[in-house]
């Protein structure tokens, strides 16, 4: 069974998840996505499993993303993933991928639906 989490280990939510995986006995594969983020093609594939758009991943308490001016509706779908990329933070976490689908862990819980 291939499980990937899209890990923080400063955040309490992704920590939690973490746990409730290990708890279920998934041996999920940790990715810290702020030490070696994703690329554009893995960026995009997340999104289409989550059926989300990219200011829905999005941090919007970050301090980047306010700099930034992301609110701005006029911005693209590329110019959001650009700035994902540019800057790992604003990834909202943590994401964990199981065949070929994925689930945000807010709340941790929600991602036992992919099991």
Known sequence: ???????????????????????????????????????????????????????????KGEKEYKEAGLDNPQLSREELIQAMLDHPKLIERPIVIHNGHAALGRPPESVLDLF
């Open 1 to 59: 069974m291939s499980v990937e989490i899209y890990h923080n280990p400063r955040c309490s939510k992704s920590r939690q998840t973490l746990q409730i995986l290990q708890e279920q006995g998934v041996d999920a594969e940790i990715r810290e996505y702020l030490k070696t983020p994703p690329d554009r093609k893995t960026l995009e594939s997340v999104l289409a499993m989550l059926k989300m758009e990219p200011r829905e991943l999005m941090r």
